[in-house]
């Protein structure tokens, strides 16, 4: 005869596996089955998630933390606490049944916290592209056009660096309000309803392997923190700070983000401005032959071209092991977020440039005569 108790504790067992493997079988479902990018655009990135992000920033805003530091090392130290805990416990017998169980466990708490990514922002990897909503024109994009714009580049950087010798740079505590306006007008420009405020961007645990791995900054998908190298130089900072809220907006794609960021910085102080050049004007020289790329290279002023030097003497100092494992997940995960380019995606902001009315509208006037 089964007692009460053995009843109830065999249908709270039941309810617990039934439980655990909807949170399984729904993260897979997310994952491999598609979904249609207007009911994303409309239903989540037009709704949903700007709820959710106005929320969380609100919180997060309070905490002087890196929250994704705290996630990180609590949730580390939660599941290998928990791993040797259960063995140490498990009798001698049953070592493999709990091995199992742990694994299983360990499952669930990863398709949980997949569902919970992609509800507080993963699901901007599958919105409408920023392009289609931009009439996006391929036919745009030729050799003539790649080189007036460079010529055009390296013109405003050279003309900017000269205005900018004698301004302060800006700290990143001081980005959102030196910033932080333009990122808003942009967004309006690209037709945001419920915008994106300006976030300060933090210093994070992981600096060390920022600096090691070549990583500029992230955005922290669960707490929508805004995590920067803190060694990336003063000219570098504006713009890693607008790719970074860009993602914030909900531009999930790496060239949506740098071409975002890039029309942020051009929407600012002068300052700012040459920070949003001294990203591009390099992206634009490595889609040239190599001839022309020599001949534009040599049109830069001694004050831009120092510039360059001193950060290939940052990046220089990044560990190859690493950047190269860190390039390798980051391209994985890409990719597993349906970015078929993977981290090639980053240099397709050119064709953003290139492509749209929008792009083409910030080149400036050029003063070199391209041969």
């Known amino acids: 005869m089964i007692s009460a108790r053995a009843r109830r504790a065999a249908s709270l067992f039941r309810r617990s596996l039934s439980w655990q493997l909807g949170v399984v079988v729904a993260a897979l479902a997310m994952a491999l089955l598609p979904m249609p990018r207007e009911m994303v655009e409309v239903v989540y990135a037009g709704g949903f998630y700007p709820l959710v992000r106005d929320i969380i920033t609100t919180v997060s805003r309070l905490v002087d933390l890196a929250l994704f530091d705290v996630l990180l090392v609590a949730g580390s130290f939660l599941v290998v606490s928990w791993w040797v805990w259960r063995l140490s416990a498990a009798p001698g017998g049953r070592r493999r049944e709990t091995v199992a169980g742990l694994f299983a466990g360990t499952l669930v708490a990863a398709a949980a916290l997949y569902l919970v990514f992609l509800a507080t922002w993963g ?15 391929a036919a745009a994009i030729n050799a003539e056009r790649l080189e007036a714009l460079t010529a055009s580049a390296i013109s405003e950087l050279n003309r900017l660096f000269d205005t900018t010798t004698d301004l302060r740079w ?76 860009a993602h914030l907006a909900g531009f999930a794609h790496e060239a949506e983000a740098n071409f975002v960021g890039w029309l942020v910085c051009l929407d600012g102080d002068q300052a700012m401005q040459y920070s949003g050049w001294m990203f591009l004007v390099p992206r634009l020289l490595g889609a040239l032959p190599e001839e022309v790329q020599r001949w534009f290279e040599a049109q830069l002023a001694d004050g831009p071209r120092a510039d360059y030097a001193a950060l290939r003497a940052r990046l220089s100092r990044v560990v190859p092991v690493v950047q190269q494992s860190a390039r390798r997940l980051n391209d994985q995960y890409l990719r597993a977020n349906r970015v078929t380019s993977g981290v090639a995606s980053y240099g397709e902001v050119v064709q953003l440039v290139l492509g749209t009315e929008l792009g083409r509208s910030q080149w400036p006037a050029s003063s070199l005569a391209v041969p």
């Open 170 to 245: 800006p700290q990143l505590d001081d980005l959102p309000d030196r910033l932080g306006p333009a990122f808003e007008r942009v967004q309006r420009q690209l037709g945001g309803v419920r915008l994106a405020s300006s976030v300060r961007p933090r210093r994070s645990l992981l600096t060390p392997y920022f600096r090691r791995a070549g990583i500029d900054g992230m955005i922290d998908p669960f707490f929508l923190q805004v995590l920067v190298n803190d060694t990336v130089l003063p000219f570098e900072r504006p713009f890693v700070t607008a790719h970074e809220w």
């Open 123 to 137: 699901l901007n990897y599958r919105r409408e592209a920023l392009a289609s909503r931009l009439e996006y024109d």
